[in-house]
């Protein structure tokens, strides 16, 4: 059995491990942050990227390789204990901030969204945005959107599923 000593400082060494991957491909400390959290059985390493320029998928690919997930295959679960856990996301604050700045763009666009359903909406940028017929998911999430050339669609595995107030932001609005 491990002593406490011994998981405070793998809890440590993780953190530190997965600092220097991102700092090792251009993230360093002002641009990612890294945290780690400990749950009832299991535990988490909350990577905070604090630049909105930053793709969150950009930093998950390095540091997804740190996740250990434990599975019962034949149940199709995830087994309760051990488990470590990444999470990457934006600093709230300038989320919110974001957010906020952009707050009547984003309620015109949803209605403009809700108002042409299934149909291609072009904003003053080039951004296209599309409400699919029938969608009543999160409206603030955009499933279909055109940029520089290319079609995004309906593909959360891939990333191309982003939030209203991100895709404003990238494209300069």
Same mark, same amino acid.
């Given at each position: 059995?491990?002593?406490?000593?011994?998981?405070?400082?793998?809890?440590?060494?993780?953190?530190?491990?997965?600092?220097?991957?991102?700092?090792?491909?251009?993230?360093?400390?002002?641009?990612?942050?890294?945290?780690?959290?400990?749950?009832?059985?299991?535990?988490?390493?909350?990577?905070?990227? #604090?630049?909105?320029?930053?793709?969150?998928?950009?930093?998950? #690919?390095?540091?997804?390789?740190?996740?250990?997930?434990?599975?019962?295959?034949?149940?199709?679960?995830? +087994?309760?204990?051990?488990?470590?856990?990444?999470?990457?996301?934006?600093?709230?604050?300038?989320?919110?901030?974001? #957010?906020?700045?952009?707050?009547?763009?984003?309620?015109?666009?949803?209605?403009?969204?809700?108002?042409?359903?299934?149909?291609?909406?072009?904003?003053?940028? !080039? +951004?296209? +945005?599309?409400?699919?017929? !029938?969608?009543?998911?999160?409206?603030?999430?955009?499933?279909?959107?055109?940029?520089? !050339? #290319?079609?995004?669609?309906?593909?959360?595995?891939? !990333?191309?599923?982003?939030?209203?107030?991100?895709? +404003?932001?990238?494209?300069?609005?």
């Amino acid at each position: 059995m491990k002593s406490l000593s011994q998981f405070i400082c793998e809890k440590n060494e993780l953190v530190t491990v997965i600092a220097n991957e991102l700092k090792k491909n251009g993230y360093n400390q002002t641009k990612a942050s890294v945290k780690y959290r400990s749950l009832t059985w299991d535990s988490a390493v909350e990577i905070t990227v #604090k630049d909105l320029k930053i793709e969150l998928e950009s930093i998950e #690919k390095i540091v997804k390789k740190f996740e250990k997930v434990r599975w019962d295959d034949k149940a199709q679960e995830i +087994l309760t204990g051990g488990n470590t856990y990444i999470d990457v996301k934006y600093d709230e604050k300038l989320v919110i901030a974001e #957010k906020n700045r952009l707050k009547s763009l984003i309620k015109d666009t949803i209605d403009k969204m809700k108002a042409n359903e299934g149909q291609w909406i072009k904003l003053k940028n !080039g +951004l296209e +945005l599309s409400l699919p017929k !029938g969608y009543f998911g999160s409206e603030d999430l955009v499933y279909c959107y055109k940029w520089k !050339g #290319k079609t995004f669609m309906n593909n959360r595995d891939k !990333g191309f599923i982003k939030p209203l107030w991100l895709l +404003l932001f990238r494209t300069g609005l």
